[in-house]
């Protein structure tokens, strides 16, 4: 039977990536802290200084230890591919707002373009950080966190922009709820960054006891920060479906008739 231009293959709702991206790292994160302060409490929390403290880091929790590095790469892994269809579905977003500005429509896709490329590369450097564990090798553990707590923070505040530029944020209810979720979940994550690096600071240089703790749970909070943020998605895809959809119609041909009397003839 052919299969007719524009039938429906697959289709799955939007809020199943939702999912996917939200609660998977979540669970991860969860999960990894939890048994790295059960099953290597000594270790995960030790650090240069031989202070007291009372949570791990993030590095500590999640790429030092079995069986918490392999929990966390799996479901890391897990979400990444929703993330970049996500990423792309977003450029697509703002380019067909209803209400984008039409006086600079070169400047507005490239604006779009790079956005996305930051947040495709924001995901290629969580996972390079998910493989590469600071024990195996510390500089590229480094960079690869340094990558994504840059292109991090400029998605986020590039992308907030674009959507009250876009006029993403004036076509409904649900976006100017997205908005302002945004607005928080980018002004959490840039203030928590910088009481991360003030008490990563404080550590190393007075060496004060449960300094570092504060430290991990900043790292804990930027983390849920940007899983939130980027869940705002829910509402930006409201009620939208993920479709595969057939484009070419009529692509299967009978097989030709052989008849195999004349052969034996």
């Known amino acids: ?17 939702v999912f996917l991206i939200g609660v998977l790292p979540s669970s991860a994160l969860f999960l990894c802290v939890s048994l790295a302060m059960l099953l290597h409490w000594d270790d995960s929390t030790r650090t240069h200084c031989g202070v007291d403290n009372l949570f791990p880091s993030v590095s500590a929790a999640v790429a030092s230890y079995a069986p918490e590095k392999y929990i966390w790469r799996f479901l890391i892994g897990l979400h990444a591919t929703p993330r ?29 373009n790079i956005a996305c490329f930051i947040n495709l590369l924001e995901n290629f450097f969580l996972l390079a950080l998910t493989c590469i564990s600071s024990v195996e090798d510390y500089g590229l553990h480094k960079a690869s966190f340094t990558g994504f707590v840059i292109t991090s923070v400029i998605y986020m505040v590039l992308s907030t922009w674009m959507f009250d530029y876009s006029g993403r944020r004036r076509t409904s209810v649900l976006g100017e709820k997205s908005f302002q ?24 240089t007075y060496c004060e006891p449960y300094v570092y703790s504060m430290f991990a749970l900043c790292e804990y909070a930027i983390i849920i920060f940007n ?17 595969l959809n057939s484009i070419v119609g009529n692509m299967y041909e009978p097989l030709p008739l052989h008849n195999y009397e004349e052969k034996r003839t």
């Open 1 to 17: 039977m052919a299969i007719n231009d524009g039938d429906e293959l697959i289709s799955v709702p939007f809020k199943a990536c």
């Open 84 to 112: 970049l269809f996500i990423a792309l579905a977003l450029r697509n977003f703002f380019l067909s707002s209803p209400l984008r500005p039409y006086t600079s429509p070169r400047w507005y896709t490239w604006a779009c």
């Open 181 to 204: 979720y945004k607005v928080m979940c980018c002004t959490g994550e840039v203030t928590l960054l910088i009481l991360a690096m003030y008490f990563f600071y404080r550590h190393n």
């Open 227 to 243: 899983i939130l943020f980027h869940a705002t998605v829910h509402y930006d895809f409201h009620s939208k479906r993920i479709s």
